[in-house]
C-alpha cells in the first residue's frame, strides 16, 4: 500500500497531504453519487486512513453532504479516521489466545513500543490493536502482523519480529535520505 506521507514527518498531517491521487480516484467515478463506498475505501488504500480534508474533497466533488459521508465512515469497521502506523500489529487475546499465554505477549509488546494497546507510537510506526479471535485458533497464541497471520507467539519471538520490522524501518529511511 502506497502512503502519501513521510512516516518520519513530525508536522501536521494536512501539510503533508497529496492530494493528486484523490482527485485522479475522484476522476474515475465522476458523477456517480452511489460510488462513495469504492471511492473511500481506494482513498483509505492511498491515505493509509482518512483524513478529514479528504473526506472534504470527496464530499465536494461527488456531492453527497459531509454528514452522509461520516455517517458511512463511522458505520464500517474497514474505514479509519486516525493515522495509524506503517506497520499495523493485531494480536489476539481470544479465549485460546489467552490461555497460552497472550498477555505475557501483550505485555511484552506494550513495554517494547512503549504505548498501550489500542495505540500509535507517536513517530507513527506502529499501531498496536488487540481482538478477541482472529479465526485462527489452532495457531494460538497468534497475531496479524501487516496482514500476515503469525502463529505459535511468544514474548521473545514478538520483540524480534518488532525489533526487526523497526530495522528495516532505519534501513528504509537511509535508503530514501
Ligand atoms: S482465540 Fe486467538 S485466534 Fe481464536
Keep these: 500500500m502506497r502512503q502519501l506521507y513521510r512516516w518520519s514527518d513530525t508536522v501536521t498531517q494536512e501539510e503533508t497531504l497529496d492530494f493528486a ?16 463506498i469504492p471511492v473511500l475505501q481506494q482513498a483509505q488504500e492511498a491515505f493509509g486512513y482518512l483524513p478529514r480534508p479528504v473526506l472534504e474533497t470527496i464530499g465536494r466533488r461527488m456531492k453527497v453532504p459531509l454528514s452522509r459521508i461520516y455517517g458511512i465512515v463511522t458505520f464500517y469497521s474497514q474505514f479509519c479516521l486516525t493515522r495509524r502506523g506503517r506497520h499495523i500489529i493485531c494480536e489476539c487475546n481470544g479465549t485460546a489466545c489467552h490461555v497460552r499465554g497472550a498477555v505475557k505477549i501483550i505485555n511484552a509488546v506494550e513495554k517494547e513500543l512503549g504505548i498501550r494497546a489500542g495505540e500509535t507510537t507517536p513517530d507513527y510506526e506502529f499501531t498496536y490493536e488487540v481482538v478477541y479471535c482472529l479465526g485462527s485458533c489452532a495457531l494460538a497464541p497468534v497475531a496479524v502482523i501487516d496482514g500476515q497471520v503469525v502463529g505459535h507467539l511468544n514474548p521473545e519471538r514478538m520483540v524480534r519480529i518488532i525489533r526487526s520490522l523497526n530495522e528495516k524501518n532505519q534501513q528504509q529511511e537511509e535508503v530514501n535520505a
Design 21 to 36: 491521487p484523490l482527485e485522479q480516484i475522484l476522476d474515475r467515478y465522476e458523477g456517480q453519487q452511489s460510488a462513495v
